[in-house]
């Protein structure tokens, strides 16, 4: 005998079709590009959608809409530096300070 509650043995799990909601959050992410889970999901619910944040996150990360991280600052001005032709080279430019008297 098992130790175990005949419901749980018994169940079975309703597969939900997620098909109207993923094209639905589809499109509002394709229109608003830099919102994110949060946001959808408030603006499922306005709709009247019946869906609780773990559903909508799922879909969300299986669907791969996922806000790209920003790039830190420092390397911003550095990923569009590139070289445009071949044998192309960059060079910079180093400003020399001196002090009050002329001396390095």
């Known amino acids: 005998?098992?130790?175990?509650?005949?419901?749980?043995?018994?169940?079975?799990?309703?597969?939900?079709?997620?098909?109207?909601?993923?094209?639905?959050?589809?499109?509002?992410?394709?229109?608003?590009?830099?919102?994110?889970?949060?946001?959808?999901?408030?603006?499922?619910?306005?709709?009247?959608?019946?869906?609780?944040h773990e559903r909508v996150h799922r879909l969300y990360k299986l669907e791969g809409l996922n806000l790209r991280n920003k790039r830190p600052r420092r390397n911003r001005a550095a990923a569009h530096r590139e070289a445009s032709g071949m044998h192309e080279c960059w060079s910079m430019d180093y400003v020399a300070d001196q002090l009050f008297d002329g001396l390095d």
Do not use: C, F
């Not at 079709?17 to 946001?39: C, F, H, K, P, T």
């Open 1 to 52: 005998m098992l130790d175990m509650r005949r419901t749980t043995y018994q169940y079975k799990p309703h597969p939900r079709d997620n098909r109207q909601l993923v094209l639905r959050m589809r499109e509002i992410a394709s229109a608003r590009v830099r919102y994110g889970m949060w946001r959808i999901l408030v603006l499922l619910r306005q709709e009247g959608w019946k869906v609780n």
